[in-house]
């Protein structure tokens, strides 16, 4: 069977470029980057020039950099070591209920810790309003944690609007930008934050790597303790293949990122407008415009998404009903809770994210097993029958 892959939210395959980078350091070198001798400075290297590529993926300093062990350590990092260095008697930490669990669930164990935590809320698109972020800042805030980009419905942030008023007032702001590295231009500059979190395998690098921007002058105690790695920031020593191949998989974002954002963007249209053209009573969730361009979700009227993933994936199409990680719980998703959509059409939700190997026979293939499950399943569904739905294309 032909498999087609539509989740790469969840995750990336490694570019095959990636891995060549990465095999040397599997195979003959090995040595430890903190050694002074010969073997250890050939790992040195390596590792210095990958916090380079990172560095100039973001548009920041080398310096700026911290390997860590993938997107929800360099969020536990930041967070945590945020607030532990800079509290002082300062007490809110203002945050979305978009986020994903790495953030939320950070924020809770802080909640415990005796911090408040400020929910923004997000208008029907999923987008925070960044006056009601001015609005929420009182004396006491210290941390804005706002994502660039939302991983289930790809809605893009105004992180820079928010980080220009949060730095006005000597707040520190994090983002969550592990869905919007390599997809859209990110420039820590532009952005205007302190922190910045970044992960390997959702940019075509292995797993189980990411990183930490933090801005020179910013304090941020570390969240492991141990050797004096990472300029004494992430104890431990450095996993060197998988640096080499986050520092290339950068580069190879940072050179590919305009072809592939607009060549996505083409493919996500061809496969909105299929799936609208062919399937009646069905809703975009998100920001029309402005989301992520490999981003699509929908809702299906009358159908489960669960059902629809399962079906999809009978005839090898890989897709994903809310979060990968918040799959497997019959939870509605968070993430269309807070914008407002309520329970029976976020169960009947699918993303769609689209990468590298994508392209338009796997879109029209998708459309096409959509359109006979969608309309099977609707057969079966007296929700559907009261609403005389039938599977005519509604033009809606
Ligand atoms: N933040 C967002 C928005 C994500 O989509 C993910 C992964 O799904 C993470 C953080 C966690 O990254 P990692 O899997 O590298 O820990």
Not at 127 to 154: F, K, Q, R, W, Y
Request: hydrophobic residues 40%.
């Amino acid at each position: 069977m032909s498999r087609v892959f539509l989740d790469y939210n969840a995750t990336t395959p490694v570019h095959p470029a990636v891995l060549e980078e990465m095999l040397p350091y599997l195979r003959e070198v090995f040595g430890n980057p903190s050694s002074i001798h010969w073997f250890g400075q050939e790992a040195r290297q390596a590792v210095d020039r990958a916090r380079q590529q990172v560095a100039d993926l973001i548009g920041a300093e080398p310096s700026e950099i911290v390997f860590t062990s993938g997107g929800t350590e360099a969020i536990n990092h930041a967070i945590r070591g945020a607030v532990e260095k800079n509290a002082g008697n300062s007490r809110q930490i203002i945050t979305s209920p978009i986020e994903h669990q790495a953030v939320l669930n950070t924020c809770d164990y802080l909640e415990g810790e005796g911090f408040h935590v400020t929910h923004l809320p997000v208008d029907e698109y999923g987008a925070v309003n960044p006056g009601s972020a001015a609005d929420a800042i009182t004396d006491d805030t210290i941390l804005i944690t706002i994502m660039l980009a939302n991983n289930e419905v790809g809605t893009i942030q105004p992180v820079r609007e928010i980080a220009g008023t949060a730095r006005e007032r000597g707040i520190l702001v994090h983002t969550d930008a592990v869905q919007a590295v390599g997809k859209i231009p990110v420039d820590v500059q532009q952005l205007g934050v302190d922190l910045l979190s970044l992960s390997g395998h959702k940019i075509y690098g292995p797993k189980g790597i990411g990183a930490l921007y933090v801005r020179r002058g910013v304090k941020v105690a570390p969240l492991i303790y141990g050797g004096h790695h990472e300029r004494r920031q992430r104890a431990g020593t450095e996993n060197v293949p998988a640096i080499v191949g986050l520092g290339k998989a950068c580069e190879l974002a940072r050179e590919e990122l305009d072809r592939s954002a607009v060549r996505l963007a083409a493919l996500r249209d061809r496969l909105e407008k299929g799936i609208r053209s062919q399937i009646p009573h069905v809703q975009l969730n998100g920001h029309p415009e402005n989301r992520l361009p490999n981003t699509l979700n929908v809702n299906f009227s009358f159908v489960e998404g669960e059902s629809l993933l399962m079906n999809l994936d009978l005839l090898g199409i890989a897709v994903s009903a809310g979060s990968a990680c918040a799959s497997g719980t019959s939870e509605p998703s968070h993430v269309l809770t807070a914008m407002g959509i309520g329970p029976e059409q976020s169960q009947g939700s699918i993303r769609f994210s689209l990468g590298r190997g994508t392209t338009e026979k796997d879109v029209d293939a998708t459309v096409k097993a959509l359109t006979e499950i969608v309309g099977r399943l609707r057969e079966m569904s007296p929700l559907a029958a009261d609403s005389n739905s039938g599977n005519q294309p509604s033009g809606e």
